[in-house]
């Protein structure tokens, strides 16, 4: 009985020299970040036992990668097959006969070449920036022998191009069916696909198979979409209607001390709130793209800059001004949000003048500290003894604010997707870079404008979710390409 394939089934064993980056490449191909399932480590040497890893959709095996330890000693081993398959070349049958040999001396190669004796097909990783040196040539001729489909895979370090480049490439040529390049820490979805689709082209017998494997794939990658736009629409209305309260004594709120401190107090809660929400979100999003050693940076004071005098963050984040006041007028100026780019939102004088609640907590938005929040009043509350009143903190008035939250998260949503698997390394989304929505169609930024104004005025509209839905599945598919 076979221990690694299975007749139905396409197997892959992915082999070459130790420390060439074959559990990256697996890694990253099936990703996986995990390093107890796949140990990936600048140590030579570090996987010794060949281990399969099964690709499963709906409960059944579609296709199975066999990662290996590398070869240590191929030119003896390259010998030693000779010596005992005799005249002539040797075949399937003499890498068999080899496997089956008691020797220790070659441990390794007997280990990694079991696999192919059985049936897997050959993934070859080589490093081509490494000279090509004979030990090298003495791993290519026993893979050819073995017969079976061969693929070399280049797995270059960076940019690094080394002085026998174009050598390798002819070697490889001569040796294997077909060459592909897959960088193991930067390959994204198109190059994984790219590499399956080349699995396709030297596996005639599975054919049937690897198409329906890429084909699940697929569809996969796009229900990963769907669930992301999700997401990322739950967050929104989520924070679009976060609001915290506190109850206050007409002392809290008359003595201007007391009162900006508590405004000062109830203003930090809420972006610790608006933090963790976006940290959730983030978090869901690296769940559903298999990340675990990714972590999420939200900074509460990251909106310390939503400051409508700084160009800067106009231009970083959300929409310029002509455009933001160009959907909302399109929007159909839909009150809260229309009124506050018409009247308040351009200039911070008119803005302040405009939302009489505000006027408390315009002073930290001068100094530079907070950004200006919608500030409530709400009378009538029994609490205890005394009579107090509700002072209630909502979302910045900057009309720039939906646009910059969605922003953060489009581009953490590229940064994880740039992210390959196979990585170690730590890395945070941080969520900063140059946004997307800036070009956003008109079509999409009205719809946008019209659904936030309703989110921020404390009452979605349901009508209009699925329209946002496709909205934002579409500017995901975009942001990966
Ligand atoms: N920069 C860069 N480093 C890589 C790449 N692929 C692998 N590495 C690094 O090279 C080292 C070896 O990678 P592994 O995947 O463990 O190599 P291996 O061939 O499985 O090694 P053994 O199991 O020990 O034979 C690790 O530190 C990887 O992070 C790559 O594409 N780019
Ligand atoms: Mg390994």
Redesign the pocket.
């Known amino acids: 009985m076979n221990a690694w394939t299975h007749p139905d089934l396409p197997a892959f064993a992915?082999v070459?020299?130790?420390?060439?980056?074959?559990?990256?490449?697996?890694?990253?191909l099936l990703e996986i970040d995990d390093n107890e399932l796949?140990?990936?480590?600048?140590?030579?040497?570090?996987?010794?036992r060949c281990q399969t890893h099964r690709v499963v959709f709906n409960g059944k095996e579609c296709i199975r990668f066999i990662?290996?330890?590398?070869f240590s000693q191929p030119v003896e081993a390259m010998h030693e097959i000779q010596r005992m398959h005799g005249d002539g070349t040797p075949d399937l049958d003499a890498i068999r006969a080899f496997v089956k040999s008691t020797h220790h001396t070659f441990e390794d190669e007997r280990r990694l070449l079991e696999p192919l004796v059985e049936g897997a097909g050959v993934l070859y990783?080589v490093?081509p920036a490494k000279p090509l040196r004979d030990d090298f040539l003495a791993e290519m001729e026993i893979l050819r022998w073995t017969g079976r489909p061969r693929l070399a895979l280049l797995?270059?370090?960076?940019d690094a191009t080394g002085p026998d480049e174009e050598l390798w490439k002819t070697r490889l040529g001569g040796a294997f069916n077909l060459t592909r390049s897959?960088?193991?820490?930067?390959?994204r979805f198109e190059e994984r696909i790219r590499l399956l689709k080349a699995l396709l082209e030297i596996e005639e017998t599975h054919r049937p198979a690897l198409e329906n494997t890429i084909r699940l794939i697929h569809d996969e990658w796009r229900i990963r979409r769907e669930e992301a736009a999700e997401t990322l629409i739950g967050f929104l209305e989520e924070a679009l209607l976060l609001r915290v309260t506190a109850n206050l004594t007409e002392k809290d709120l008359s003595l201007e001390s007391r009162r900006s401190r508590n405004e000062e107090a109830l203003s930090q809660r809420y972006f610790g709130k608006l933090a963790s929400m976006e940290q959730e979100c983030a978090s869901k999003l690296l769940r559903i793209y298999r990340h675990h050693l990714l972590k999420v940076d939200a900074d509460p004071g990251v909106y310390q800059g939503i400051d409508l005098a700084s160009g800067e963050t106009w231009r970083k984040w959300g929409l310029g001004r002509t455009q933001l006041a160009a959907a909302a007028a399109i929007a159909g100026g839909a009150a809260g949000l229309a009124v506050d780019v018409a009247t308040g939102g351009i200039t911070h004088g008119a803005g302040t003048a405009f939302g009489a609640l505000t006027g408390g907590v315009a002073a930290w938005w001068k100094g530079g500290s907070l950004p200006d929040l919608r500030m409530d009043l709400r009378g009538g509350i029994q609490l205890g003894s005394g009579e107090t009143r509700a002072m209630v903190i909502g979302p910045p008035r900057n009309p720039n604010f939906p646009w910059i939250l969605l922003d953060a998260m489009l581009v953490r949503y590229r940064q994880m997707l740039d992210r390959?698997h196979?990585?170690?390394?730590a890395q945070r989304l941080d969520g900063q870079g140059t946004g997307y929505t800036r070009h956003f169609p008109a079509e999409r930024r009205t719809l946008f404008a019209k659904w936030f104004g309703s989110c921020l005025k404390g009452k979605p509209n349901r009508t209009l979710e699925p329209d946002v839905f496709h909205a934002i599945t579409e500017c995901l598919e975009e942001i990966s390409d």
């Open positions: 992915v070459g020299r130790v420390n060439m980056g074959k559990s990256a490449v697996l890694a990253t796949i140990r990936v480590s600048p140590t030579p040497g570090e996987t010794t990662d290996t330890p590398g990783v490093d797995n270059r370090r960076g897959f960088d193991a820490h930067q390959a390959a196979g990585r170690r390394d």
